[in-house]
């Protein structure tokens, strides 16, 4: 990956970066007119990643997240 992903702590839904992505996720002419792709899980953000794609964001749980994930983002 040529650049390294956005990630910081998320601690509240109301976080700004959450509602945009949230409001992002809801609308397909937004995501089309930015060319948005929006992924769900390591798996598919790898198999993403593989075809060419580079995530600018990445939210993620850590509680959720095993060890072996948290490569994918360096």
């Keep these: 990956m040529s650049r390294k992903p956005h990630v910081e702590t998320i601690t509240s839904k109301a976080n700004p970066l959450v509602k945009d992505i ?7 002419r937004r995501r ?3 060319g948005i792709t929006i992924v769900e899980g390591f798996k598919i953000l790898g198999l993403a990643m593989d075809a060419g794609s580079e995530p600018v964001t990445v939210l993620y749980d850590e509680h959720r997240t095993h060890d072996d994930e948290l490569p ?3």
């Design 22 to 28: 949230a409001a992002v996720r809801r609308s397909n």
């Design 72 to 74: 994918l983002l360096d």
């Design 32 to 34: 089309r007119s930015e």
